[in-house]
């Protein structure tokens, strides 16, 4: 019993980066190419435009006629409606706390928004050998997250502060057999690092004035890889196969709770300071992306994707200490899901192109174990976008990207034993939408 809010705290933190990293999968990271995405990323694995297919399918590298480096960026916008609020607080009882049993009116807000405005960058090279062999290297963020909601947020005890990012190195190879054949291999190496929050009443009027922030942080780094194929059973027809596999992290966390003051708080039985390590494992779920580019015209181009992310391998959180003792585990019963995209490609001069696609981008996610840290659903994506090479060398690609939610909700609830106070329920209706501004550049050597 001594260790028992600090292990619920801990646990508590520490399980935020699953749920940040679910999050990051049902808004899995796209923004590797700009110019893929003025068409959806319909293209992604077989429309071989510039050395952003480095990470679209390795395999096409080996189709492009010159070395070539692309470099670029997606600023994200995202935008949250939180309506429909029920946030009730529950006394302590002798026999502990319990639901029925009120506690003090509610206290806090309900502001929405809190996804700051991100930029996304990635870097790509691709260098042909000869006729058949070609080098890549990129340099690129396939997962993130961040949520920073106010202070005073009424779901702060679930979660109110979540960022946590993946950047990765590629080495590429590709080899083209015939005009038809060519395949492609690269390996990444991976960097996660992550700092989660949440509140912990500190009185038993649930003022947030005198709130505990319980954080963590934590990094590591792992090795992946990534497999592709293209095949071209005639020229205006290209198939692409890009299989990326998972990557499994066992991260070190450093745990500490932070009083009003600043200071480290106490554990309220013991007295000794809320602070401690804690391991957990984490893993990014393997992908596969299938696409088809047909030449329509001279000028039209016609793309279809679909991608598939195997999620049902989480199925729980599991947080242990230092000692291999069970700090939490909860299931998540996630489950395998697909997007779909569908986009073409306009040569309106011999100078500028113009493009549009929509994607339909579905969630892992249950309503049984949505949080606040990962309140998305099920998302549709409208995208323009253009390309403007002012001379052969070079190319400068923009796009714009809409992304609307199914409107979506999250119903919890919680008990924290500290300075008397029972537990929260907090439930509320999430609207979600986001935009997405491109720019990118290539240069051909």
């Known amino acids: 019993?001594?260790?028992?809010?600090?292990?619920?705290?801990?646990?508590?933190?520490?399980?935020?980066?699953?749920?940040?990293?679910?999050?990051?999968?049902?808004y899995q990271i796209n923004e590797q190419s700009v110019s893929g995405q003025g068409y959806g990323h319909a293209g992604r694995s077989?429309?071989?435009?510039?050395?952003?297919?480095?990470?679209?399918?390795?395999?096409?590298?080996?189709?492009?006629?010159?070395?070539?480096?692309?470099?670029?960026?997606?600023?994200?916008?995202v935008n949250t409606e939180i309506e429909n609020?029920?946030?009730?607080?529950?006394?302590?009882?002798?026999?502990?706390?319990?639901?029925?049993?009120?506690?003090?009116?509610?206290?806090?807000?309900?502001?929405?928004?809190?996804?700051?405005?991100?930029?996304?960058?990635?870097?790509?090279?691709?260098?042909?050998v000869n006729e058949r062999l070609a080098l890549g290297f990129g340099v690129y963020a396939p997962f993130g997250s961040k949520t920073d909601y106010e202070d005073t947020f009424e779901g702060r005890y679930f979660g109110n502060y979540t960022e946590l990012t993946v950047m990765s190195a590629q080495p590429t190879v590709?080899?083209?057999?015939?005009?038809?054949w060519s395949v492609g291999a690269g390996v990444t190496y991976n960097r996660v690092e992550g700092e989660l929050r949440r509140q912990v009443p500190g009185s038993a009027d649930f003022d947030p004035a005198n709130d505990i922030d319980a954080r963590v942080?934590?990094?590591?780094?792992?090795?992946?890889?990534?497999?592709?194929?293209?095949?071209?059973?005639?020229?205006?027809?290209?198939?692409?196969?890009?299989?990326?596999?998972?990557?499994?992290?066992?991260?070190?966390?450093?745990?500490?709770?932070?009083?009003?003051?600043?200071?480290?708080?106490?554990?309220?039985?013991?007295g000794a300071p809320l602070q401690s390590n804690a391991n957990l494992d984490l893993t990014t779920p393997e992908t596969v992306n299938f696409s088809l580019t047909q030449q329509m015209t001279d000028r039209l181009k016609l793309m279809f994707g679909a991608s598939w992310?195997?999620?049902?391998?989480?199925?729980?959180?599991?947080?242990?200490?230092d000692q291999g003792g069970l700090i939490t585990q909860e299931p998540q019963n996630y489950e395998n899901v697909w997007a779909f995209a569908t986009g073409g490609e306009y040569q309106l001069t011999s100078t500028l192109a113009l493009r549009a696609g929509v994607t339909l981008d579905f969630t892992p996610s249950n309503d049984e174990d949505r949080s606040v840290r990962i309140p998305s659903d099920d998302r549709r994506i409208f995208s323009l976008g253009a390309g403007w090479s002012p001379t052969p060398d070079m190319t400068l690609d923009f796009a714009y990207s809409y992304l609307t939610e199914r409107g979506t909700f999250v119903d919890q609830q919680r008990f924290d034993s500290l300075a008397g106070a029972g537990g929260t329920n907090y439930s509320a209706d999430y609207k979600n939408e986001a935009h997405g501004f491109g720019a990118q550049l290539t240069y051909r050597f």
């Not at 990094?219 to 692409?240: F, H, M, Q, S």
């Not at 999620?311 to 200490?321: D, L, M, P, T």
């Open 85 to 128: 609020v029920n946030y009730e607080t529950f006394a302590n009882t002798p026999g502990g706390p319990a639901v029925g049993a009120l506690g003090p009116a509610a206290q806090g807000t309900n502001n929405g928004d809190m996804v700051p405005g991100t930029l996304i960058p990635f870097a790509f090279y691709a260098h042909p």
């Open 217 to 270: 942080d934590g990094k590591d780094d792992a090795w992946g890889y990534n497999l592709g194929v293209i095949y071209r059973p005639v020229p205006e027809t290209t198939l692409g196969l890009t299989y990326r596999s998972k990557v499994d992290y066992e991260l070190e966390g450093d745990y500490r709770a932070i009083a009003p003051d600043g200071t480290t708080a106490p554990n309220p039985i013991t």
């Open 174 to 180: 590709s080899y083209r057999f015939n005009d038809q």
């Open 1 to 26: 019993m001594n260790n028992k809010f600090n292990k619920l705290t801990l646990a508590a933190a520490i399980a935020a980066v699953f749920a940040s990293q679910a999050h990051a999968g049902g």
């Open 309 to 321: 992310v195997r999620w049902s391998q989480f199925e729980e959180i599991r947080v242990v200490n």
């Open 46 to 77: 077989s429309n071989i435009h510039d050395a952003t297919i480095v990470y679209g399918n390795p395999a096409g590298m080996s189709f492009l006629d010159r070395a070539q480096i692309t470099a670029g960026g997606t600023f994200l916008n």
